[in-house]
């Protein structure tokens, strides 16, 4: 994983040996789906091992593992924490304020947010957009609003310059965001060697960045709010002031740890479906999806933004919509790393003819479970069709089969570990699909030339990862610009995916 290649590796090795393939000597990976269902669903692994003494039954030593990092302001929290117990006594209180419940109960918030990132859109018509950081504005806007209360959230949507050819790196909060996952997964493995590397690398620097704005952010709402007030405010910041005893760091981890959860996965998984749609290949699914939006909700004769009166038509009447979403939900996972799980103390788990003893790291990425030949076909191509009913198909035969699609889905993870804001991250990205690409006015996006002029104009091929010496080789930019739309919006091959070189530019 050090080079960003580790995932491309894992699932080479798994298309060689078959679903189960030890890693190391205490790593097995796994892509067989009875046993990703016991690992991940019906036995719920835990993230961390105690070792038991074998008379007394005394923990001895607790191996920590891959989440153990994940930590902020020195605390544990909701992703880091390993103990399936407190993990669960942790999540409880949470849910509400993800629940779909509760995310459609807020709808006008996320439709506020939205038509702002239309707006911003329609005022680029004919002008080069960086869509990636676009995304990512929107995602951050919309989190912070869940997490710190729905007037408090961020406004990085008119605040940044999006046009700006400097945008990717201009905003020091991103960057900082973006250099802690880097130096998460870089070390992923050797998680004790976090501090080490920060400084020798010289992140820590830049990190410090992003945990002061989201303190920055802590002590704004906990200045202007009395305590009575902050209870009856409905967001995370809300429900753990209390609970975590009002001790702010413990809050602060839990509310670091969401912004970056929520913000850079959703922020990838809109650039990946942008760029996909605007590829000569997918011309077809563009219209399809302009002319459903256009026939299942009204527009706004003032402003022209799609209005979408019930957000339970997103999921009921919008077919080609949701077969897009799913296909690039299984394509360009924001996740598709490893999710490493320990063998719990007791029996072990049998794999094959082999017991695997207690303590071993289990995992799966959804990478390879979602290039499984239940899917079809051209695993590596976005392919919308593959979610619809095919020809002949009965209804009965095509229930079964999406059953079965779903049961080898992993991007938002399986059982009590899955994503907390899945159902905020699902609705804001419906919301957001139908707003952008069924609004009459913003049709004629397509890949800038400006930023490559080799577009592939055939292909629907998708590529993964070659990190750090891809980048190397295009740091002369003439050499970045000559490369087509597929390499460069490789998938970073680490833990979680971005396009390689942190940017993807539309002309509007
Ligand atoms: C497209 C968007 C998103 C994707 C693809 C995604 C994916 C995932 C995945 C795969 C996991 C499990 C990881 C593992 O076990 O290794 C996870 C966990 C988590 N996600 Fe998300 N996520 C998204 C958006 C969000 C948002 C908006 C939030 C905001 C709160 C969020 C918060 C979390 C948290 C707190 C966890 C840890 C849950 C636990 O340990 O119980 N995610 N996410």
């Excluded at 408090?152 to 996952?181: A, G, H, I, M």
């Excluded at 219209?287 to 957000?311: G, M, T, W």
């Amino acid at each position: 994983m050090r080079k960003e290649q580790g995932m491309l590796h894992v699932h080479n090795l798994h298309l060689k040996y078959g679903p189960i393939v030890q890693l190391s000597p205490n790593e097995l990976s796994i892509t067989d789906l009875p046993i990703v269902r016991k690992i991940y669903l019906n036995d719920n692994y835990p993230k961390e091992f105690s070792h038991l003494t074998s008379n007394s039954k005394k923990i001895v030593k607790i191996e920590k593992g891959f989440y153990s990092q994940f930590g902020n302001f020195c605390n544990k929290n909701l992703f880091s924490t390993g103990d399936t117990r407190e993990h669960i006594n942790k999540k409880k209180p949470l849910q509400k304020i993800y629940s779909k419940t509760f995310v459609l109960h807020h709808s006008k918030f996320l439709t506020e947010k939205i038509n702002n990132l239309v707006d911003n859109l329609v005022s680029s018509k004919n002008q080069n957009v960086d869509v990636y950081s676009l995304f990512g504005a929107l995602a951050m806007d919309v989190v912070t609003g869940f997490e710190f209360g729905f007037n408090n959230s961020s406004n990085f949507l008119n605040e940044s310059d999006f046009q700006n050819p400097n945008v990717t790196y201009k905003n020091d909060v991103f960057e900082s965001f973006r250099d802690s996952s880097s130096l998460w997964f870089w070390v992923c493995m050797t998680p004790q060697l976090y501090s080490f590397v920060s400084k020798w690398s010289g992140k820590d620097k830049t990190m410090v960045i992003g945990r002061k704005w989201i303190w920055g952010k802590i002590m704004q709402v906990v200045t202007n709010y009395t305590a009575e007030d902050l209870k009856k405010q409905d967001c995370t910041i809300s429900v753990l002031y209390d609970r975590y005893d009002r001790d702010l760091a413990k809050i602060g981890s839990e509310l670091a740890d969401h912004t970056l959860a929520g913000a850079d996965t959703t922020q990838t998984t809109l650039t990946y479906l942008m760029w996909q749609l605007a590829r000569p290949a997918n011309k077809e699914w563009k219209e399809k999806l302009l002319d459903e939006v256009q026939s299942v909700f009204a527009i706004d004769p003032i402003d022209n933004h799609v209005i979408i009166d019930d957000y339970n038509k997103l999921d009921l009447q919008m077919p080609i919509m949701n077969a897009i979403i799913k296909e690039n939900f299984r394509l360009h996972a924001a996740i598709p790393g490893s999710e490493r799980r320990f063998v719990p103390n007791g029996e072990g788990l049998k794999v094959g003819g082999y017991k695997i003893k207690p303590g071993i790291v289990v995992s799966t990425q959804p990478y390879s479970l979602h290039r499984q030949n239940v899917f079809g076909n051209d695993l590596d191509e976005f392919k919308p069709e593959r979610w619809l009913p095919f020809a002949k198909e009965t209804a009965t035969e095509y229930q079964d089969r999406i059953k079965e699609f779903e049961r080898h889905m992993m991007t938002f993870g399986q059982g009590n570990r899955m994503c907390l804001g899945m159902h905020l991250a699902v609705t804001e990205i419906k919301a957001c699909v139908a707003s952008v690409f069924g609004n009459k006015q913003l049709k004629n996006y397509e890949i800038c030339t400006e930023w490559c002029n080799q577009i592939d104009t055939e292909s629907k091929t998708t590529k993964m990862g070659y990190g750090n010496k891809l980048i190397d080789k295009f740091k002369d930019r003439q050499n970045y610009l000559a490369l087509s739309d597929t390499e460069k919006m490789r998938m970073a091959d680490s833990y979680t995916i971005r396009p390689l070189f942190d940017e993807c530019w539309m002309t509007i």
